[in-house]
């Protein structure tokens, strides 16, 4: 069995298959695989496939540490090497990115602590910032460490899209409260015209009205 048949097994969902051929392969994944299985499990939402992955891999990159919440491996990859804090990723994230999109609160503050860029920008033209990244995924105790550490809350990725927007579209008002509080724009209107308040009704959230 090969690493394709791996990766094709994780798209697919077979979750049995990719556990049997993980069995009966001890070198799969065991060197630094690419592209890697591991985040492709992490994407797929298939975590058991990713821990069986991560106990067969001899090492962690500073991005699947992230994404796993591997706090140990991120601090020894740091430690190693500080500069990793800052690095991007080849699809054009930081760790930092990771650590929110997948809701690692612990490897989060890990980054911050160790240099990290609250506000910095996806190379990858989605202009995602890590708040983008948590407020996608209602972490709200990644938003408020990401804010209490400098991010702007009016920060726009594609299609002028905000923090705050995607609170209103997963109905999330107790993270819209946290951003308005913080001095997220109300107003701030993304590229088809719409407002939090608009997108929330479109979606049939209830609670935001007050955000008008």
């Known amino acids: 069995m090969s690493h394709p048949d791996l990766l094709a097994a994780i ?21 630094n695989d690419d592209p890697s299985a591991l985040m492709l499990a ?13 106990a067969r891999r001899q090492f962690l990159t500073v991005f699947e540490a992230a994404a796993a919440g591997h706090v140990a491996a991120l601090r020894y ?9 800052q690095a991007f990723s080849d ?11 997948f809701g690692r ?10 240099g990290a860029d609250c506000n910095a920008t996806a190379t990858n033209g989605s202009l995602l910032r890590p708040l983008h ?12 460490m990401l804010l209490d550490a400098g991010a702007d809350p009016n920060a726009t990725q594609q299609s002028n899209f905000t923090a705050l ?6 109905g999330d008002a107790a993270l819209a409260e946290l951003l308005v509080e913080r001095g997220a724009s109300v107003a701030a209107r993304a590229d088809d015209g719409r407002s939090a308040a608009d997108i929330a009704r479109d979606a049939g959230q209830d609670g935001f009205e007050r955000f008008v």
Do not use: K
């Not at 990859?77 to 804090?85: E, G, K, N, S």
């Not at 990244?133 to 408020?144: F, K, M, N, V, Y």
């Open 91 to 101: 699809d054009g994230f930081t760790a930092l990115h990771f650590a929110c999109f």
């Open 77 to 85: 990859t740091l430690q190693a090497l500080p500069v990793a804090a």
């Open 42 to 54: 992490l994407y797929h939402r298939q975590p058991e496939t990713a821990a069986l992955i991560a």
């Open 133 to 144: 990244s948590a407020a996608t995924q209602g972490s709200l105790e990644i938003c408020r």
């Open 11 to 31: 798209q697919n969902g077979q979750t049995g298959t990719a556990a049997a051929l993980l069995t009966a392969d001890p070198a799969l994944c065991v060197l």
């Open 165 to 170: 927007h995607a609170a209103a579209l997963r």
């Open 105 to 114: 609160p612990e490897a989060a503050g890990l980054l911050l602590a160790s």
